[in-house]
């Protein structure tokens, strides 16, 4: 993965709208007990996928995109919780929620792809 590899954009992206939700959360909503795991499971993604790059090797690499894709996890699990208390209206929801599948199906097939190489590499 390059500096210039859209994981890593759209993992920053996606954590400055993670932020901006927070913000939001916590300011407009008075919500603090959902608003600080959803900003910490929502900025893991990118911060995981960033240390990938620097991976010791390819299992370190692909052990970091799968630490990225269950912080994913949790954090579509936090995004629907939030819109089904009404917290996150549905236009919130669908941004957040597409923006985050975007970056699970690109997480999933770097995973598929580093697993499928390293078998042509023994």
């Known amino acids: 993965m390059g500096t210039d590899n859209p994981l890593l954009e759209k993992t920053i992206s996606f954590a400055i709208k993670i932020v901006n939700c927070f913000q939001y959360l916590q300011n407009e909503k008075k919500e603090f007990v959902m608003s600080k795991q959803l900003l910490r499971s929502g900025t893991s993604i990118g911060a995981n ?3 990938a790059i620097y991976g010791q090797s390819r299992a370190d690499f692909v052990n970091k995109l799968n ?3 269950k912080e994913a996890s949790e954090t579509s699990y936090w995004i629907v919780i939030l819109n089904r208390t009404g917290y996150f209206d549905d236009s ?3 941004s ?4 985050l599948d975007e970056i699970i199906r690109i997480i999933i097939a770097s995973i598929k792809t580093t697993r499928k190489n390293e078998k ?3």
């Not at 957040?96 to 923006?99: G, I, N, P, S, T």
Request: overall charge positive.
């Open 49 to 51: 996928a960033h240390e």
């Open 67 to 69: 630490i990225s894709l």
């Open 92 to 94: 919130i929801f669908k």
């Open 96 to 99: 957040l929620k597409k923006d």
């Open 120 to 122: 042509y590499i023994s």
